[in-house]
């Protein structure tokens, strides 16, 4: 308590114009330090804008970019469909045609379809004598190879739509991972 006397006293002898030029240092250190911060913020909310500003253009172009590509993929997707269905209906009348044809092939027409569908080489035994193999009914035969083609034509057509979708430039690369 003492020393807070001892602080007033001082105070006490000082002229009062003394006191107003403290205050006014006072008032301008605060002024200032204000000017400051809302120059500061104002200048940060607007560099803080811009980049607002350029991230949504940036993302909209994206967007764009991503649902042109979504669109040309619907469309080939339709075609993709399309193309499916009149591969079924084949399949179907293929398979039942199959079902219908009556009597056996040669068992060595076993080893080539075998061969053929894996991409391997023939066996020895498929050149081995006509006996050595059992003949095997050819609505077997007549189903394998209706299958096998519609398979194919599937293959083909889902490749030719995907070549298709990346054949625009724009589309190269739209669904990677980044």
């Known amino acids: 308590m003492d020393r807070l006397l001892a602080i ?3 105070f006490k002898g000082l002229p009062l114009r003394l006191y107003l030029y403290l205050g006014l240092v006072v008032v301008a250190l605060v002024a200032g330090w204000t ?3 809302r120059i500061d913020a104002g200048g940060y909310d607007r560099c803080r804008n811009e980049v607002d500003v350029a ?3 940036a993302t909209k ?3 764009d970019k991503y649902l042109a590509a979504l669109a040309w993929g619907n469309q080939i997707s339709a075609k993709l469909a399309e193309a499916q269905k009149q591969i079924n209906s084949l399949r179907s009348a293929h398979v039942d045609y199959a079902y219908s044809i009556a009597g056996t092939c040669p068992g060595r027409l076993r080893y080539l379809h075998d061969a053929a569908a894996s991409g391997t080489p023939l066996p ?3 050149f081995g004598p006509l006996a050595a193999a059992q003949p095997i009914d050819a609505d077997r035969v007549g189903r394998a190879i209706a ?3 519609a398979n194919a034509r599937e293959c ?3 490749l030719s739509a995907i070549n298709e979708f990346y054949k625009k430039p724009e589309n190269a690369g739209a669904f990677d991972d980044e």
Request: proline share 0%.
């Open 8 to 10: 007033a006293g001082f």
């Open 35 to 37: 000017l400051y911060h």
């Open 55 to 57: 991230a949504a253009k």
């Open 61 to 63: 172009e994206d967007t």
């Open 124 to 126: 020895e035994a498929a």
């Open 147 to 149: 299958e096998n083609y």
């Open 156 to 158: 083909y057509a889902k």
